[in-house]
């Protein structure tokens, strides 16, 4: 059957690239964005909540990744993946990241870099 | 500035929707969905994976989910993605992240015992005012 997993983030970065690489050199690059959601709260006042994603790119996007600066505005589309792993003392942890495929750096200077 | 956070998912229910309502009568509806991922390997032999998704939906649209959704029913949804956290023990934070949904569009054979449309969309959730009895 045919499945569906995408997901469109246009955010800001919140911290400068994590740059790593797996044991055989493959170049990976974690990445922090934030985006906000205004919603009503029970006061009717509207409030902004800020949601924070982790972002994993890969090859050549994890080379283009290095180049973001925190603060930046930033656009990714990608898939949700889940992890769950055991820390130190054995307890159960979940992590949520989007795999990018696609990032478009909207600098502020008006220019545009992009990578697929 | 103004952001976007958009989740679109295609997939299969894993579990029947469980509805609460909250302290102040506000419906909220969670179940599961799980996607397929295929790709082919560098010898060229078909791979896939599944990754399973956590769903809220609130108010009518949770509602909605609770009366027509079913485990092993293929399933569109949109939405958008929310990390929630609370203290563990020893002072661990927990994390989880779920997808709340917008929109969705039950897919497939209808069950013949209930006249239920086969696809109902635009349920915005509503304020928890005009809520449950």
């Known amino acids: 059957m045919f499945n569906l997993n995408r997901v469109t983030l246009l955010g800001n970065v919140t911290h400068d690239p994590d740059i790593r690489s797996t044991k055989n050199g493959k170049p990976m690059a974690f990445l922090s964005v934030a985006t906000s959601r205004r919603h009503k709260n029970q006061d009717g006042e509207y409030v902004s909540e800020p949601t924070y994603h982790r972002l994993v790119c890969w090859g050549t996007l994890a080379d283009l990744a290095k180049r973001i600066p925190k603060g930046a505005p930033l ?7 889940h992890s769950t792993w055991k820390d130190k003392d054995g307890a159960e942890k979940m992590s949520s990241e989007v795999v990018v495929d696609q990032l478009i750096l909207l600098a502020r200077d008006g220019t545009k870099k992009t990578a697929a | 500035m103004k952001s ?3 989740v679109i ?12 309502a909250t302290v102040n009568g ?10 397929n991922r295929v790709w082919k390997d560098h010898t060229g032999v078909k791979q896939s994976l599944p990754e399973y998704h956590n769903l809220v939906a609130w108010g009518g649209l949770a509602e909605f989910c609770a009366q027509n959704v079913r485990k092993g029913k293929p399933l569109y949804v949109e939405g958008y993605l929310k990390t929630r956290s609370w203290d563990g023990p020893e002072g661990s934070k927990i994390f989880r992240t779920e997808i709340v949904l917008e ?20 349920h915005a959730p509503i304020p928890g005012e005009e809520m449950r009895t």
Do not use: C, M, W, Y
């Open chain 2, 4 to 6: 976007v956070n958009k």
């Open chain 1, 75 to 81: 656009f990714a589309e990608g898939r949700i993946q």
């Open chain 2, 9 to 20: 998912l295609l997939g299969n229910t894993t579990r029947d929707p469980e509805l609460k």
């Open chain 2, 26 to 35: 506000q419906s909220v509806a969670t179940f599961g969905l799980a996607t």
């Open chain 2, 103 to 122: 929109n969705l569009v039950l897919l497939g054979p209808r069950d013949g015992t209930e006249g239920l449309p086969e696809a109902a969309a635009e």
